[in-house]
């Protein structure tokens, strides 16, 4: 009689898998992919440098160590990007300072934490009306577009938040260089060619989609990019930011311009003229009374409404009008 012999499947031990997740598939590609979220992370953390007094050198170190953990845990090119959102409110909003980022961002990732752990994610995906959310989008995105384009054409004293004379046309921080970015921005990126098969998806993905297209395929394209960002902050630190003092304004306008329209083309989805309706309302209340929570408010407010008005089977004004014409012709 043969022995028997048993194989018992091995599992990949934790160090084996980090190894296996930061392993690059084409290093040239992957260096490449590290570079394609910069776009974002770049204007955004500048800005709010140059006009909150962000100290750059820990926004660095920080982000790096997540970028790092990120890639080692997930073996995906995750991205580690700025909230466009709060960056809109702390960019438009002359009192909102670096105490509140910071709560802003605490308090998200709390309220993040106890939604997945406790697993209420989906419910609050079913409470929250995605026409409301995008409302949402589309104000803090068209504030960031209106800001970003008071720095294109107004000198700005960004430690004050004031606009001060108009720009220049001319010189290294003039309206023709901002202008030349413009198009450059919009031959390089693509901006209004038709629709692809993937758009949706990457328009949702953000930053991971840039970081594949750009050849990112591994999680060791954004270690790499930590690394980069922790030897940068250690090293330099802070004295960076005297170093980006002499970036040019207008230029960083355009960047925070698409960026804003970035955020802005999600509500591209509201096809529903019922869902447009809420989604506009709750834009123009965010833009007008300038708090994103009162348009949140008055969008589920009037959701609701519009609900119950489906279930009990009200016809609208409109709808009356229309047929009492039909009848009279």
Not at 8 to 24: A, D, E, G, H, M
Not at 180 to 186: A, K, L, Y
Request: contains cysteine.
């Amino acid at each position: 009689m043969l022995p028997t012999i048993t194989t018992t499947p091995t599992r990949l031990t934790t160090i084996q898998k980090v190894k296996s997740n930061l392993l690059f598939r084409s290093t040239l590609s992957e260096l490449n992919g590290a570079m394609g979220d910069l776009g974002t992370y770049i204007p955004i953390v500048l800005s709010l440098t140059l006009s909150k007094n962000l100290n750059l050198g820990t926004t660095l170190i920080f982000t790096g160590f997540y970028n790092f953990l990120t890639g080692a845990m997930y073996g995906v090119p995750m991205p580690v990007q700025p909230m466009k959102s709060i960056a809109a409110v702390a960019l438009s909003d002359p009192s909102f300072g670096i105490p509140e980022i910071m709560a802003s961002g605490i308090l998200t990732g709390g309220i993040l934490l106890v939604l997945g752990f406790t697993g209420l994610m989906k419910l609050a995906y079913k409470l929250i009306p995605l026409c409301v959310v995008r409302g949402i989008q589309l104000a803090q995105g068209l504030s960031f577009a209106l800001t970003a384009i008071k720095y294109v054409r107004k000198v700005q004293d960004l430690p004050k938040s004031k606009s001060l004379n108009g720009r220049d046309w001319f010189g290294f921080d003039g309206l023709v260089i901002a202008i030349v970015c413009v198009f450059f921005v919009v031959v390089v990126n693509g901006a209004g060619e038709k629709e692809h098969e993937f758009d949706e998806i990457e328009e949702e993905l953000g930053g991971l989609a840039g970081q594949y297209k750009f050849g990112g395929r591994s999680g060791g394209c954004v270690a790499i990019l930590g690394a980069a960002k922790l030897v940068l902050g250690f090293v330099l630190g802070s004295s960076l930011a005297h170093f980006f003092q002499q970036f040019p304004v207008g230029i960083l306008g355009v960047l925070l311009l698409f960026a804003g329209i970035e955020l802005a083309m999600a509500c591209r989805d509201m096809n529903n003229k019922e869902d447009s309706f809420v989604m506009l309302l709750c834009t123009a209340v965010s833009l007008v009374g300038s708090s994103a929570a009162l348009g949140f408010l008055c969008g589920m407010v009037v959701f609701g409404v519009l609900k119950v008005r489906n279930l009990t089977s009200v016809k609208s004004l409109s709808s009356i009008w229309k047929h009492e014409g039909q009848e009279q012709v």
